[in-house]
């Protein structure tokens, strides 16, 4: 028997990625307009009564126009990276990154959505980014649209339930494409796709108190995110040579609860239901499954001709997803139910988890690269895994991440196995290379980097940058291309 070594091949991205809403701050200068992320509250642990604060009402938003809210947002704070970006990213260069992910706050660039012609202090905010980024040799991998969609499209439209929404994206994508031409090669238009029909208002700017038919207006409005896509991935190609779009899933394996054919039946369908958006970014349609779901729940796609064209002649480049969990399928879900990335699911005695209750499986990672390689023949990139916790600051100011480096190394190893397996990987991208405000908390004690930095959930600090335990251990990962783990 010849002994077989999986290695990660030599032009393989590291780095970390991060979104606008979640680092930038600034949040109404350089003429930003706001976005959804802007009205995300900060609701105190005790006094949360959901796992998350993702979905927002028409109250909240009209409160914290008209001032009567008291409420702090702290995704308009972020990490203060709008003065801080040179710092960051030297940083990142110094843990040797060849590449980063970030979004671009659409409203930066259209404050309000259906402008006209963009504002250009924000096209040149983003300029400064990827000079630096260049300065260093990081390959800057951006998203579009990351839970970002400008108020004045939810105001006038109701975010993606209008049709409108989808030109006003193509004008923002092609605007950026042409101003960042010889700047950006990798982008990906929504984040976390499937985010649009668990929170709405998070993946789409969406109201659900506003409509009707909550239900059908998601589905409506993942069709225009759809064909916002193709149309963008379109628009990419004709004005980059070379330029690669990708398409974003949250990722979520699901595994049947027991080996009863039922609970298996209930996990392919699961399956099926996390799938289906990547199945019409690369395959072009929508896939036959769906139709049964679609029947049952009364959705009905209002799709104008020329649209199913449209999604079958421009499907991306590449796959992207984050990896957090897997989750357990059940056809009787009773028992234990713990948190994870956007879901809930059943426990799974086998795994632990992180204080987030998100159930951690590093096999798990390896299992989703193949389904999705074999699903798709197209490359893989990785673009968000990492472990949530809380750090302790030493007095000498040192932190020890063990844990974060226990968490991280393992899901490399499955990584690197994968790659054995012959899955064709770009490249990994952690979330987040620095502390960063939670995207459904917006705590700040979730903590998934590399750099510290120094805030609290309450806006407090000083917002210093300092080096964990786990920012020299990633550095020797990148040195050794993933073998001194
Ligand atoms: C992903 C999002 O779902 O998970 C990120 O794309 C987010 O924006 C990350 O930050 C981790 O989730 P959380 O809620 O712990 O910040």
């Not at 927002?56 to 709008?82: M, N």
């Not at 988890?353 to 951690?360: H, K, L, N, Y």
């Not at 960063?436 to 700040?444: A, F, G, R, V």
Request: hydrophobic share 35%; proline share 4%; glycine share 8%.
């Amino acid at each position: 028997m010849t002994h077989f070594k999986a290695q990660f091949p030599k032009n393989f991205y590291w780095g970390g990625a991060t979104a606008a809403n979640q680092i930038e701050g600034g949040y109404d200068e350089g003429g930003k307009g706001l976005s959804a992320a802007d009205f995300v509250e900060y609701i105190p642990k005790d006094q949360r009564t959901k796992d998350n604060a993702m979905e927002i009402t028409s109250e909240q938003i009209r409160k914290s126009l008209s001032g009567e809210s008291t409420a702090r947002h702290p995704k308009r704070e972020g990490i203060d990276f709008y003065h801080r970006y040179k710092e960051d990213i030297a940083l990142l260069a110094e843990m040797g990154f060849t590449a980063f992910r970030l979004s671009i706050h659409w409203a930066r660039i259209f404050p309000n959505g259906y402008d006209e012609t963009p504002n250009e202090p924000g096209l040149q905010f983003y300029d400064n980014v990827f000079d630096e980024l260049a300065k260093h040799n990081i390959e800057p991998v951006v998203t579009l649209s990351h839970y970002e969609t400008p108020y004045g499209l939810t105001e006038k439209y109701n975010g993606w339930v209008g049709r409108e929404t989808v030109d006003h994206f193509v004008r923002y994508a092609e605007t950026v494409f042409a101003r960042y031409k010889d700047k950006v090669k990798f982008w990906i238009t929504f984040n976390e796709i499937n985010m649009i029909t668990i929170s709405p208002y998070t993946g789409g700017g969406i109201l659900s108190d506003q409509e009707k038919d909550p239900v059908q207006a998601k589905y409506q409005g993942l069709h225009h995110q759809f064909l916002a896509s193709s149309l963008a991935t379109k628009k990419l190609h004709e004005i980059v040579p070379g330029g690669k779009m990708g398409c974003m899933l949250a990722r979520m394996s699901h595994y049947p609860n027991t080996s009863n054919p039922i609970d298996v039946l209930k996990a392919q369908q699961d399956n099926q239901n996390n799938l289906f958006y990547t199945d019409v970014h690369a395959r072009g349609e929508y896939p036959k499954y769906l139709d049964r779901y679609f029947a049952k729940n009364n959705i009905e796609i209002v799709k104008e001709a020329g649209d199913d064209d449209i999604l079958k002649k421009y499907p991306v480049d590449y796959i992207s997803m984050s990896y957090y969990v897997s989750m357990l399928s059940s056809d009787s879900p009773e028992g234990e139910v713990t948190a994870g990335n956007l879901m809930n699911s059943l426990k799974n005695p086998y795994l632990e988890a992180s204080d987030w209750g998100w159930q951690i499986d590093p096999v798990g990672l390896r299992v989703a690269l193949n389904d999705m390689y074999d699903r798709y023949q197209l490359p893989i990139f990785i673009v968000e895994n990492g472990l949530g916790a809380y750090d302790k600051v030493e007095e000498d100011g040192s932190i020890h991440d063990d844990y974060r480096i226990d968490y991280l190394s393992k899901h490399i190893e499955q990584m690197k196995e994968a790659v054995g397996d012959g899955v064709d990987l770009m490249g990994y991208l952690s979330w987040a290379p620095i502390d960063l405000i939670s995207m459904s908390t917006s705590e700040m004690s979730k903590r998934y980097g590399f750099v510290y930095v120094d805030k609290d959930d309450e806006g407090g600090g000083t917002l210093e940058r300092s080096r964990k335990d786990s920012f020299f251990w990633y550095k020797k990962v990148i040195e050794s291309n993933g073998e001194n783990l």
